[in-house]
């Protein structure tokens, strides 16, 4: 889907910096990373061209079977046949990827960790703001692409001006930004508008963005005579970058890459090459074949969801979590619901409280999320080291809730809302129920939640029904405002501009369409005049003491008014791994700084220069 502008625009902040194509971020991440866990099987996304027949897929037309011992295994991010390895189709097959900071073979400027949220080097060794309005990022002189070429600021400039002349993923950053030129071969600046500047936005691009070769994609668009649609529908069966794979087999079962021995990076990595000569994705059919060749050993790293991981090893395989213990996983989204403000009995904010008194959090952990989400801290930030830094904690702990349903009906007696016969109560003449909560019907965690959430408010005396249509219907409710109360993702994922970008898509006010019309944040239209200058400022500065200030000051707004609820702490990706062959994952408290990012995305990467057999 083409999109204008504006529209790319609203793409780049609704739900996370993870973007696809088109307005997929109006809903929950994709299905082979982070969307709810499904039922059925999970089916690959309509080809954005048509894939070449299995028999042609293959380079080399051979199973190119690479042996155990030197083969990383992989499951979880592709789940049907490889439509193409174009960064700029919108539909790439694995390991080329928008969003998640993926360096196996196009690299980013820099590595996110979400351990703590830092910006680690890679294509670039250094970045600095020369004034308010000017980055000037300098790039590693030996970083070279896999056909020998030196990476320069050439490639960086092209990149980021993709962007300008093309609807493309990073499009949206021109929204913030002015220019982007070359200073020298091997540094760059990038100048943000005078009368929009975004300093956040700026830090997520130079962990977003995959840089391209400049002698390579100048020559497809040549070819495509500058027409995107065209550009989209290159292959790119042997893909340049700079990382330390290159594309080495393909087909409907399974892809693999090889490891490039004339990689320039080694010296980031302690000088020497990645343990794992192959990673292979193997294509599953669905969640159970991927679990079973999870548990047997024949996958290495697991990014599906498993239901009570702790059975596997319980039943003795070699599996472990980054986390020893519960939560097992580290957090990395807030799955909410959100309140239409002007349903009456909804637009009183001590129901909307009493509601978040009345969940059981504990539940909604156990029983939706396998146990797989810390105990519930209610903030606009994540309940981890990258986040919850930004906010003072002990200024909001006054105002965060806890499970309560005592406390929530005794609130509820305090305002006057009396319960009926039936045992729902009445404020102002307003019953209040029944109001429908939604959700896509088949994402069994967020059902499972939703039915919790309704039980839990029958014991207040509000009467909440569970709605689960199919995922284009819940869209259009989400959007147009068409709704009681709703569950979505509040921007997740790990990104230099989080909580910030979290913040703006469940309380920014501006530019959000009146109900009926299509709004893509801020979907229950809560509107807070100091929230929105808080949030317009934030962006806006650097110093860390005035950041936390008013960070924190966003939050007391939020926890007082109350228009979303947040249900639990969700995984952005299920780092499991299986050491039956590969052995040295990182794990928690294990002094490496190795987050657990799938040993493939930001800095996660760097698992694999510390694995061995």
């Known amino acids: 889907m083409r999109l204008n502008k504006m529209s790319s625009l609203i793409c780049a902040f609704v739900l996370t910096p993870a973007l696809l194509v088109g307005c997929s971020s109006v809903t929950p991440p994709p299905a082979a990373t982070n969307q709810p866990v499904k039922q059925e099987p999970a089916k690959p996304a309509t080809p954005a061209v048509t894939p070449p027949a299995p ?3 293959a380079p080399s037309g051979d199973a190119k079977e690479t042996p155990r011992n030197e083969t990383l295994y992989i499951n979880g991010l592709q789940w049907g046949a490889p439509t193409n390895f174009n960064l700029l189709s919108g539909n790439p097959a694995f390991p080329i990827n928008y969003g998640n900071s993926r360096e196996l073979i196009y690299e980013t400027l820099f590595m996110i960790n979400m351990l703590d949220g830092k910006l680690e080097p890679l294509l670039g060794t250094k970045y600095s703001w020369t004034d308010d309005f000017t980055m000037k990022v300098e790039l590693n002189k030996d970083a070279k692409w896999s056909d020998g070429k030196p990476f320069t600021s050439d490639d960086a400039v092209y990149t980021y001006m993709l962007g300008k002349k093309y609807q493309v993923n990073w499009s949206s950053f021109w929204t913030f930004l002015e220019d982007v030129t070359a200073d020298g071969p091997n540094a760059f600046n990038i100048k943000l508008k005078k009368d929009n500047p975004n300093k956040l936005t700026v830090l997520d691009s130079i962990d977003l963005i995959p840089m391209l070769p400049k002698h390579i994609w100048e020559e497809i668009e040549k070819k495509s005579n500058n027409d995107l649609a065209t550009i989209r529908k290159e292959f790119n069966a042997s893909p340049v970058g700079t990382g330390p794979y290159k594309m080495y087999f393909y087909n409907d079962q399974k892809i693999t890459v090889a490891r490039d021995d004339n990689y320039w990076g080694k010296a980031l990595f302690g000088g020497k090459l990645a343990a794992p000569k192959y990673i292979t994705h193997v294509i599953y059919k669905d969640n159970a074949a991927g679990d079973l060749a999870f548990k047997s050993g024949q996958v290495d790293v697991s990014q599906q969801f498993i239901p009570q991981v702790w059975n596997m090893w319980k039943d003795g395989a070699p599996v472990k979590t980054y986390m020893k213990d519960a939560p097992y996983y580290l957090p990395g989204s807030i799955p909410s619901i959100f309140f239409n403000m002007s349903k ?8 909307r409280k009493a509601i978040a008194m009345a969940i059981d959090y504990k ?4 029983l939706a999320m396998s146990g797989y989400s810390s105990a519930m801290k209610p903030s606009i930030t994540l309940d981890s080291d990258a986040e919850k830094k930004y906010v003072d904690q002990d200024a909001i702990k006054s105002l965060q809730w806890t499970t309560d349903v005592a406390g929530a009906n005794a609130l509820l007696d305090k305002i006057g809302a009396k319960k009926g016969a039936d045992g729902i109560r009445v404020l102002d003449g307003t019953r209040l129920g029944p109001y429908d909560v939604e959700c896509p019907y088949g994402w069994s965690d967020w059902n499972a939640s939703l039915e919790i959430v309704a039980q839990n408010a029958k014991a207040i005396g509000i009467e909440i029904r569970t ?3 199919e995922q284009p219907v819940w869209n259009n409710d989400l959007q147009t405002g068409k709704f009681d109360i709703i569950m979505n993702t509040p921007a997740g994922g790990i990104s230099p501009s989080q909580p910030w970008n979290r913040a703006r898509t469940i309380m920014y006010s501006k530019g959000v369409a ?4 299509m709004a893509f944040w801020n979907w229950g239209r809560y509107k807070n005049e ?6 317009d400022k934030i962006p806006t500065i ?12 966003l939050t007391k707004i939020w926890l007082k008014d109350i228009p979303s609820i947040p249900l639990m702490y969700r995984p952005w990706v299920f780092h499991t ?5 590969w052995k040295g994952f990182p794990s928690q408290g294990d002094g490496s700084n190795i987050p657990p990012q799938i040993a493939i995305d930001g800095a996660g990467i760097k698992a694999l220069y510390q694995i061995h057999n």
Not at 530 to 535: F, L, P
């Open 530 to 535: 100091q929230a929105d200058q808080i949030i």
């Open 467 to 469: 709605k689960f249509p």
């Open 55 to 57: 028999a042609a897929a």
């Open 577 to 581: 791994v299986n050491e039956s062959i």
């Open 514 to 517: 009146a109900a009926g019309e």
């Open 542 to 553: 650097s110093d860390e003491a005035q950041v936390k200030a008013l960070y924190t000051e």
């Open 344 to 351: 009456k009995g909804l637009d009183n904010v001590d129901v």
């Open 363 to 366: 539940k909604v952990s156990d």
